[in-house]
């Protein structure tokens, strides 16, 4: 009994030596990496110009990683068959992989667009033919909001795929507007009203400077264009308040705005 005794307590000891004081070891010095490393990361994230939603995400991933290095370093360690453990997590990945394969398209798509960044979040952009303000880029989707408050949610890995055209990358926006007018009235009448009604407005750019030019001839009336710039945010107050402008200022030129029309002659024939 007593020799039974002993010979488990040279192992346990030798175990205990060999095994269990170096996996403890391993375990602080691991969780001091880990810590060292996550405010490394945290420091870089800052930095970079990626977007807030980012830098949950890699951190939460960069965390896994480590937590799982260091579980398989210490059962390793601890004379655990890790061999199995790894065999068994590559089966569940895979198959949760297959169950979940639109989920991690979505979420790649998500993560390609925050290293890519062709927007961010407040961008007045289109994707493929949906117009809005992006509120925000999420893991599976990204939002935006409508200019009549409809909030669209776009799947990542369709954004990925579309044409993306960002209205606020530049700054500035060009607003083209048509006004037609009678062939009568003289073209430089015209193009002195439109440009009038750009300069007077508070929002409108003069650098680059507003342009009149003729667009083209139609079957009853001159088509005018009218091309004014302005800051993204003013676009839509710009839009509204010099098409407004020009009418008024129309009106007291006296010169007509032309619509389709028909002029009918009626020949009568001597009886």
């Not at 569940?92 to 398209?105: D, H, I, V, Y």
């Not at 300069?199 to 667009?215: K, M, N, Q, W």
């Not at 079957?219 to 009418?247: M, P």
Request: aromatic share 6%; glycine share 6%.
């Amino acid at each position: 009994m007593l020799e039974a005794i002993q010979s488990w307590g040279a192992t346990a000891g030798s175990y205990l030596v060999e095994n269990l004081i170096p996996a403890v070891c391993i375990t602080a010095v691991g969780l001091l990496v880990n810590n060292i490393v996550l405010r490394l990361t945290k420091k870089a994230l800052g930095r970079s110009k990626l977007e807030k939603v980012a830098h949950s995400l890699i951190i939460s991933v960069v965390q896994a990683a480590l937590v799982i290095i260091l579980v398989v370093s210490v059962a390793a360690k601890l004379g655990i068959d890790v061999t199995s453990i790894v065999a068994l997590a590559s089966v569940l990945t895979l198959a949760l992989s297959l169950a979940l394969q639109n989920a991690l398209t979505n979420v790649i798509g998500g993560f390609t667009l925050l290293y890519t960044h062709p927007f961010a979040s407040g961008d007045y952009v289109e994707i493929a033919g949906q117009a809005g303000t992006v509120m925000e880029i999420g893991l599976a989707y990204t939002k935006l909001a409508t200019i009549d408050n409809k909030v669209v949610s776009i799947p990542n890995s369709a954004v990925v795929a579309a044409e993306i055209i960002n209205f606020s990358e530049g700054g500035i926006r060009r607003i083209d507007l048509h006004v037609s007018c009678s062939y009568d009235t003289p073209v430089d009448e015209v193009l002195s009203a439109l440009l009038e009604a750009a300069r007077e407005g508070d929002t409108v750019l003069s650098d680059p400077e507003p342009f009149a030019g003729v667009r083209e001839y139609g079957d009853s009336a001159i088509i005018y264009e009218l091309q004014v710039w302005c800051a993204c945010s003013d676009y839509w107050a710009t839009h509204f308040g010099t098409n407004k402008r020009i009418k008024e200022i129309f009106d007291d030129r006296g010169l007509e705005m032309t619509y389709p029309h028909l002029n009918v002659h009626i020949q009568k024939e001597n009886q």
